[in-house]
């Protein structure tokens, strides 16, 4: 029995967005491209976390949330709190993102991959090199024997 490596079944298409990315850049490119998240990444490429419509959604939940008229010392806010009123405020991908990135590599067996995103609960994986740069996205339905082609939604 072949086992399969991540690198045989990672999508060749990697969209990806920088920290500095604009809130509506990173909404405008997950709805163009019609994917439901996507790698941050460095100046070297490196994958340093990743955003998702989940993070949207926290975020615009959190704006919702806000009451302009009452500002409180962030001292006195509790932790939670402190990081709602963090995510209403986010402007960029960097401040959206979700940390740490979990990868996998190339030569990772699709098993182990599967089992990493079932553990940490998340649908993508960016599949990165040695070094850590970004070389394409992974997401659970290729795992499962589904050919997405660029993690695209129906």
């Known amino acids: 029995m072949k086992?399969?490596?991540?690198?045989?079944?990672?999508?060749?298409?990697?969209i990806g967005a920088r920290r500095e990315t604009p809130f509506k850049d990173v909404a405008r490119l997950l709805d163009q491209h019609r994917i439901s998240g996507l790698p941050v990444v460095d100046a070297d490429d490196k994958v340093v976390g990743v955003i998702s419509e989940t993070d949207l959604v926290r975020r615009q939940a959190a704006q919702a949330e806000r009451d302009p008229g009452r500002?409180?010392?962030?001292?006195?806010?509790?932790?939670?709190?402190?990081?709602?009123?963090?995510e209403a405020r986010a402007t960029t991908a960097g401040q959206l993102m979700s940390t740490p990135a979990i990868t996998v590599h190339p030569e990772q067996r699709v098993?182990?991959?599967?089992?990493?995103?079932?553990?940490?609960?998340?649908?993508?994986?960016?599949?990165?090199?040695?070094?850590?740069?970004l070389i394409g996205p992974r997401h659970r339905a290729h795992l499962h024997g589904r050919r997405v082609a660029g993690e695209r939604r129906p």
């Open 111 to 133: 098993a182990d991959a599967a089992r990493v995103m079932e553990r940490h609960h998340i649908e993508r994986l960016p599949v990165v090199d040695e070094e850590d740069r």
């Open 3 to 14: 086992t399969c490596k991540v690198g045989e079944v990672m999508t060749s298409e990697v």
């Open 71 to 86: 500002r409180f010392p962030l001292s006195a806010l509790r932790r939670k709190a402190r990081r709602r009123a963090a």
